[in-house]
């Protein structure tokens, strides 16, 4: 079971359910954002590539990768729309994956960096819920894949009982 203290915090601000999480990840700064922006990266741990200019205002295509596209059913929307809000290399990378936005923001550390990661969702409890545990195994992965270079394939995780820690988390 995940401990409590690995879970995001997650509030309501305004129209918006705010999950934040904090990992401290024992690698450089430097191979922490390669990994939160390179594609040959990002198929070990997001469901999705990162397709464009890395550039502030930057458009830039989401499409999932084919293994998630198959598991969920997305042959309908295999790709989604996106916009860069914030291109800092290497300590900040904000984005909009449709109507989501996503903030990484990395800081070295005696430890190596702490990684800092928010997602804005719609105000509903069981989406938020889902989110969360969702980039939890996200997050997961990102750490199995900096610290032994592989990761297990995140379609395969179960992201059941982590969703029920979450959904326990906000009362639901």
């Given at each position: 079971?995940t401990?409590?203290?690995?879970?995001?915090?997650?509030t309501?601000?305004?129209?918006?359910?705010?999950?934040?999480?904090?990992?401290?990840?024992?690698?450089?700064?430097?191979?922490?954002?390669?990994?939160?922006?390179?594609?040959?990266?990002?198929?070990?741990?997001?469901?999705?590539?990162?397709?464009?200019?890395?550039?502030?205002?930057?458009?830039?295509?989401?499409?999932?990768?084919?293994?998630?596209?198959?598991?969920?059913g997305?042959?309908?929307?295999?790709?989604?729309?996106?916009?860069?809000?914030?291109?800092?290399?290497?300590?900040?990378?904000?984005?909009?994956?449709?109507?989501?936005?996503?903030?990484?923001?990395?800081?070295?550390?005696?430890?190596?960096?702490?990684?800092?990661f928010?997602?804005?969702?719609?105000?509903d409890?069981?989406?938020?819920?889902?989110?969360?545990a969702?980039?939890?195994?996200?997050?997961?992965?990102?750490?199995?894949?900096?610290?032994?270079?592989?990761?297990?394939?995140?379609?395969?995780?179960?992201?059941?009982?982590?969703?029920?820690?979450?959904?326990?988390?906000?009362?639901?």
């Amino acid at each position: 079971m995940t401990k409590a203290t690995d879970l995001a915090s997650i509030t309501l601000e305004g129209d918006a359910y705010v999950v934040r999480f904090e990992r401290v990840l024992h690698h450089p700064r430097e191979k922490v954002w390669r990994a939160i922006t390179e594609s040959e990266h990002l198929a070990h741990w997001m469901p999705c590539d990162i397709i464009g200019e890395r550039l502030a205002g930057a458009r830039i295509e989401l499409p999932f990768w084919p293994a998630h596209v198959a598991k969920y059913g997305l042959e309908s929307t295999p790709s989604l729309d996106g916009k860069i809000e914030v291109w800092d290399p290497p300590s900040v990378f904000e984005w909009w994956w449709s109507t989501d936005r996503l903030r990484w923001e990395l800081d070295e550390t005696a430890e190596g960096t702490l990684l800092r990661f928010t997602t804005w969702l719609a105000p509903d409890g069981h989406g938020a819920a889902n989110a969360a545990a969702g980039y939890h195994m996200c997050l997961a992965n990102l750490a199995e894949l900096l610290d032994t270079g592989t990761a297990p394939a995140l379609v395969d995780a179960d992201v059941a009982p982590v969703r029920r820690q979450y959904v326990a988390h906000l009362a639901l």
